[in-house]
């Protein structure tokens, strides 16, 4: 069973940057699909960014240009690089493992609260 604990979460003002990371407790490496999550008050979760053992990645319309996800095998963690945060982003954001698609998640982290405001 592996675990995943976000960290890197905070207040950031518009236009600013923040590096989420996710740190798992086992071996990343064949997991198909990691991918980062978020959830804004009152709304549905949404995949905001997905990377595949392959390392394919795709993001949210919401997101591209803004956004990077990554990941290290060796060190079995997967990184959000968050530039030019907007308040909508504003969100928790949860680290997910799963299949392709990430339509079937077998592992969610905690979550980290994001919250951009001046």
């Known amino acids: 069973q592996v675990q995943l604990v976000e960290s890197g979460g905070g207040l950031v003002q518009p236009g600013g940057s923040l590096r989420l990371s996710c740190a798992a407790s086992?071996?990343?490496?064949?997991?198909?699909?990691m991918g980062w999550f978020r959830q804004g008050s009152g709304k549905e979760r949404e995949l905001v960014a997905r990377i595949t053992s392959g390392g394919n990645t795709n993001y949210a319309d919401s997101v591209k240009g803004r956004f990077t996800i990554s990941r290290d095998n060796a060190k079995n963690t997967v990184y959000l690089q968050m530039n030019s945060l907007k308040p909508e982003d504003t969100a928790v954001y949860y680290c997910?493992?799963?299949?392709?698609?990430?339509?079937?998640?077998?592992?969610w982290g905690q979550g980290t609260q994001v919250t951009v405001s001046s």
């Open positions: 997910a493992g799963g299949n392709l698609l990430l339509s079937n998640i077998r592992y």
């Open positions: 086992g071996s990343i490496f064949s997991i198909n699909a």
